[in-house]
């Protein structure tokens, strides 16, 4: 597959294999190939607890430290999802102690003390902690419908890094320390096999969409679909998503995994379209620093 051509020649990703760059003059044809055909079937089944450990993996923080069962995760202030403490199973201690080990283990980094509270999954006890925030839908949905719904692929760009166009259209800051920045890198380009996908505007100007995958095992986790404003409601999402959707079912994936902010009903409606249902929901309760 090719992912780049530029005055410095080209790259290329062999199935299977690491990129490939060779200049241009080596270059002896080419020609457009389909989208790879995803294995008709269901998405593979998986219980609320191992949906939340598979988004962990798959938008890994940069600092982990474990408590029993429990994941404490901190990445410079870069996504809550990434500087939370992932309350799942057990931690080991009462749960006062607990809390009081995870508020310290945060205000010895300066951060603020995020637990995310799965529902089900984390001890029922949470549930009860305030304030609450970002409360957000895990979907599921079989990833060979969405490839066939990529008419528009030729316009999409792959690349297993997110390059400085893709950056500059990503929505969420990283902040501006250079800490933070380095945290969002390693953030975006971690997981198993991740994939960067980009509209390239007609005009040289900014992207019209982008978006990212992370394949891990029989899961396509998706993120950072995000489309500009002047081209919304044209279908891009859907191409974009199709496209990564091609590429992980190339890995072996036939499954696909998302979280959207309930509030975000216009991504909901599109994923509602695109066959993805509600496994289960959480939030982050905030916890007052000790």
Same mark, same amino acid.
């Given at each position: 597959?090719?992912?780049?051509?530029?005055?410095?020649?080209?790259?290329?990703?062999?199935?299977?294999?690491?990129?490939?760059?060779?200049?241009?003059?080596?270059?002896?044809?080419?020609?457009?190939?389909?989208?790879?055909?995803?294995?008709?079937?269901?998405?593979?089944?998986?219980?609320?607890? %191992?949906?939340?450990r598979?988004?962990?993996?798959?938008?890994?923080a940069? %600092?982990?430290?474990?408590?029993?069962?429990?994941?404490l995760?901190?990445?410079?202030?870069?996504?809550?999802?990434?500087?939370?403490?992932?309350?799942?199973?057990?931690?080991?201690?009462?749960?006062p102690?607990?809390?009081?080990?995870?508020?310290?283990?945060?205000?010895?980094?300066?951060?603020?003390?995020?637990?995310?509270?799965?529902?089900?999954?984390?001890?029922?006890?949470?549930?009860?902690?305030t304030?609450?925030?970002?409360?957000?839908?895990?979907?599921?949905?079989?990833?060979?419908? =969405?490839v066939?719904?990529?008419?528009?692929?030729?316009?999409?760009?792959?690349?297993?890094?997110?390059?400085?166009?893709?950056?500059?259209?990503?929505?969420?800051?990283?902040?501006?320390?250079?800490?933070?920045?380095?945290?969002?890198?390693?953030?975006?380009?971690?997981?198993?096999?991740?994939?960067?996908?980009?509209?390239?505007?007609?005009?040289?100007?900014?992207?019209?969409?982008?978006?990212?995958?992370?394949?891990?095992?029989?899961?396509?986790?998706?993120?950072?679909?995000?489309?500009?404003?002047?081209?919304?409601?044209?279908?891009?999402?859907?191409?974009?998503?199709?496209?990564?959707?091609?590429?992980?079912?190339?890995?072996?994936?036939?499954?696909?995994?998302?979280?959207?902010?309930?509030?975000?009903?216009?991504?909901?409606?599109?994923y509602?379209?695109?066959?993805?249902?509600?496994?289960?929901?959480?939030?982050?309760?905030? =916890?007052?620093?000790?």
């Amino acid at each position: 597959m090719l992912t780049s051509w530029d005055d410095h020649g080209l790259t290329v990703v062999p199935r299977d294999r690491e990129p490939v760059s060779f200049p241009e003059n080596l270059l002896v044809a080419g020609k457009t190939v389909p989208l790879f055909p995803a294995r008709r079937g269901p998405a593979p089944t998986a219980a609320p607890v %191992e949906l939340q450990r598979l988004a962990a993996r798959c938008w890994p923080a940069v %600092e982990q430290q474990r408590l029993g069962d429990w994941t404490l995760r901190a990445s410079a202030g870069f996504t809550q999802r990434a500087n939370s403490a992932q309350a799942l199973g057990d931690p080991g201690l009462p749960l006062p102690e607990a809390l009081a080990a995870v508020r310290a283990w945060y205000a010895a980094r300066g951060l603020p003390t995020l637990v995310e509270v799965t529902t089900p999954g984390s001890p029922a006890e949470l549930d009860l902690l305030t304030p609450r925030q970002s409360p957000t839908d895990v979907r599921t949905g079989p990833l060979a419908p =969405l490839v066939k719904l990529g008419s528009g692929y030729r316009s999409v760009r792959l690349a297993r890094t997110a390059g400085p166009d893709w950056l500059s259209h990503y929505r969420r800051s990283a902040g501006s320390s250079p800490e933070a920045e380095e945290a969002a890198r390693k953030v975006l380009h971690g997981g198993a096999s991740v994939w960067f996908a980009t509209v390239p505007a007609p005009d040289g100007a900014a992207p019209l969409a982008i978006g990212r995958c992370a394949v891990d095992g029989p899961w396509a986790y998706f993120s950072a679909i995000e489309t500009a404003p002047d081209a919304r409601r044209t279908g891009l999402a859907t191409t974009v998503m199709a496209v990564l959707a091609a590429r992980a079912a190339e890995e072996g994936a036939t499954g696909g995994c998302l979280q959207v902010e309930a509030e975000n009903t216009a991504a909901a409606a599109l994923y509602d379209r695109l066959g993805f249902t509600t496994s289960h929901t959480y939030h982050y309760a905030r =916890l007052p620093q000790p």
